[in-house]
């Protein structure tokens, strides 16, 4: 038995393909972002001769870490990192305009510094920008281990694949779901245990536009859950808390749950009980 069982596990680890060590790629997310913004950073660099190392030093980090998966890459590692960093400018804008969202959309932030050192919603982001270039290349694994990390830092889940237009603003963030076909267009706030996600998991969906797509200028409240590929949230609208959506909804609209709240005088009830 315990021959079989040792054979037909070697079998299983020579027909994996090798992939390089979830902690370098994690370590790398964690050099890009204090690469691209030095507020994570614990040192001080005082010159561009030191930028440029930094730069050199995190793109060859990426050469070895996609190096190790070459097999399976739709094209050679180096010609991959390129892209990658070609694209790190304006994935830099992006972000510098996600964390001004973020600034202007919350009155308790004190400063953009703040939501880029503290904020989940801003991490996440960071996160999904980078994993999502990846995606685009079609890169297996990579960009899902990127955003399953911030995942598990943020409790906030957007696939790789989603959408997401400028100026976007997570507030709070905890417990918000958005699937793999999600399209998000500009200015878009959303907050807590918000779902963007499909109207059912058939497998044989998964090459559809399964998920909602939400209009420049949208504000979804928490516990809202939006759902389907064909549902389209129209621009500048709202939706209220707890909101369970299925359908399209036209821009300039303001959707809201009307829930029976009853409120009775404690001791009223209990003089009447006796």
């Known amino acids: 038995m315990k021959k079989q069982f040792i054979k037909s596990l070697f079998e299983y680890h020579r027909n994996t393909p090798p992939m390089p060590y979830r902690s370098s790629i994690c370590e790398l997310i964690e050099r890009m972002r204090e690469f691209l913004f030095p507020q994570f950073s614990e040192h001080c660099i005082v010159n561009e001769t030191q930028i440029a190392a930094q730069y050199e030093l995190i793109y060859s980090q990426a050469i070895d870490i996609l190096s190790g998966m070459e097999m399976d890459l739709p094209k050679p590692a180096k010609e991959i990192a390129d892209e990658l960093f070609d694209a790190l400018p304006g994935i830099h804008e992006m972000l510098k305009k996600d964390a001004e969202a ?94 963007l996600g499909a109207l059912s998991v058939d497998k044989s969906m998964a090459e559809t536009k399964r998920h909602p797509t939400l209009e420049d200028h949208v504000v979804v409240y928490a516990g809202a859950t939006i759902l389907g590929g064909d549902t389209v949230i129209g621009e500048d609208s709202v939706i209220g808390g707890n909101v369970w959506l299925t359908n399209s909804v036209e821009k300039h609209s303001i959707v809201y749950h009307r829930p029976q709240i009853v409120m009775k005088n404690k001791k009223e009830l209990m003089s009447k009980s006796s």
């Open 102 to 195: 973020i600034f202007s959309g919350d009155p308790a932030s004190t400063s953009v510094d703040q939501v880029i050192r503290t904020y989940p919603g801003f991490r996440a982001i960071f996160s999904h920008r980078i994993a999502h270039e990846l995606y685009r290349m079609k890169l297996p694994l990579l960009p899902r281990i990127i955003s399953e990390n911030a995942h598990s830092h943020t409790g906030i889940d957007i696939h790789p694949g989603a959408e997401i237009g400028e100026h976007f603003c997570i507030d709070h963030g905890t417990g918000i779901v958005i699937g793999e076909t999600t399209k998000i267009g500009k200015n878009v706030k959303i907050y807590q245990g918000v779902t």
